[in-house]
């Protein structure tokens, strides 16, 4: 017999393969971590291609709870928004400069 930790795994997982895109993670508002940003993001990237950018303007360093040094963008919006992720999707090497200006179009 299985114990509740087991179940639940198994519904997790479950739950996971019902909700898989191509690269295997939960569809936007599905996600358990939605929106991770702001309601209505754009979810093609997860994590974010350029982190950490060091773009003053979209995050900053900070010390983490442990104690290390670590760069927060939890106020970045550039990649989740729709024209910028079907941008870098097409363009996967652009900079981040190059992305502000095209946000700015």
Request: with cysteine.
């Amino acid at each position: 017999m299985k114990n509740a930790e087991e179940e639940e795994f198994s519904e997790d997982r479950k739950k996971r393969e019902r909700l898989k895109e191509p690269e295997g993670l939960p569809k936007g508002e599905e996600c358990p971590h939605y929106p991770c940003h702001f309601k209505g993001q754009v979810c093609v990237f997860c994590y974010c291609p350029k982190y950490p950018c060091e773009d003053s303007q979209l995050g900053k360093w900070i010390l983490s709870s442990r104690g290390d040094v670590i760069w927060t963008c939890i106020a970045c919006r550039l990649i989740h928004k729709h024209r910028i992720a079907e941008y870098l999707r097409g363009h996967p090497n652009a900079t981040i400069d190059e992305l502000k200006r095209i946000d700015a179009e």
